[in-house]
């Protein structure tokens, strides 16, 4: 056979396998970004998008710091935050903390919690707990989970009325909340397997702060598929006040 035979053979087939290759679908995204415009089953794409029917509620994207969203102390909304780990710096929790004073509500679900804001909310008592609110894991503390489970999870709420065991098609990297101050919390959420708390309102001051340790029950694949993801959110979200929203970015 000639060279040229080979040549010609060897770009058939080269041409073959980038058509093949072309065909592949993509890999599945199972980042972890809850980004509000990211179609990605763990964005928030679907979770944003529903919420101003969810609430009846305009909502509005922050894209600057809260220390700078909150440099006018008059304004009043509702400020929501989804985020892996969720920690402001002094000045930033300082002034969240002022704004939650004067009576509004700050939603946070975040797999991790740390910094000012949560040792402020956290249980008081060092003999129980000197890191403040934080969340347990199946790793340690300040890890970083990767990318989301499609498996399956279950959470349970308390409150009457919504009370009862929530199924998601996808898993949930169940954390538990820790270092909750008895004294000022009411647990509105719990994992159903052992009952320990997921979701729970702190108060502060006049204000509240309603924290989640399940940021993936608001992801596109848990609001989408199967199961109870939508009932689930749209009772939790009973939680917020009739007010507008802030959503950070």
Do not use: C, K
């Amino acid at each position: 056979m000639s060279a040229r035979a080979y040549i010609a053979i060897i770009a058939v087939l080269f041409g073959a396998l980038v058509v093949v290759e072309s065909m592949r679908p993509a890999p599945l995204d199972l980042r972890i970004r809850l980004e509000r415009d990211g179609s990605a089953p763990f964005d928030a794409e679907v979770f944003f998008a529903s919420l101003p029917a969810w609430l009846g509620q305009p909502v509005e994207p922050v894209g600057m710091p809260p220390f700078v969203q909150l440099a006018d102390s008059a304004q009043d909304a509702a400020y929501l935050f989804l985020a892996e780990t969720f920690a402001p710096d002094p000045a930033e929790s300082g002034r969240l903390l002022a704004f939650i004073a004067r009576g509004n509500t700050v939603f946070v679900a975040a797999h991790q919690f740390g910094g000012a804001f949560a040792d402020s909310l956290g249980r008081p008592d060092p003999f129980w707990d000197t890191s403040g609110l934080t969340t347990n894991a199946p790793f340690p503390f300040g890890s970083s989970t990767v990318g989301g489970s499609l498996g399956a999870d279950t959470l349970r709420l308390v409150p009457p009325g919504i009370a009862g065991t929530y199924a998601f098609p996808v898993g949930l990297q169940l954390r538990h909340l820790v270092g909750l101050d008895p004294t000022r919390t009411e647990i509105l959420g719990t994992d159903p397997l052992d009952d320990e708390p997921t979701l729970a309102r702190i108060r502060w001051r006049q204000g509240e702060v309603i924290v989640s340790s399940t940021p993936l029950a608001f992801s596109n694949a848990a609001l989408t598929g199967d199961g109870d993801g939508a009932a689930y959110v749209g009772a939790v979200l009973a939680a917020l006040p009739d007010r507008p929203v802030w959503w950070d970015d």
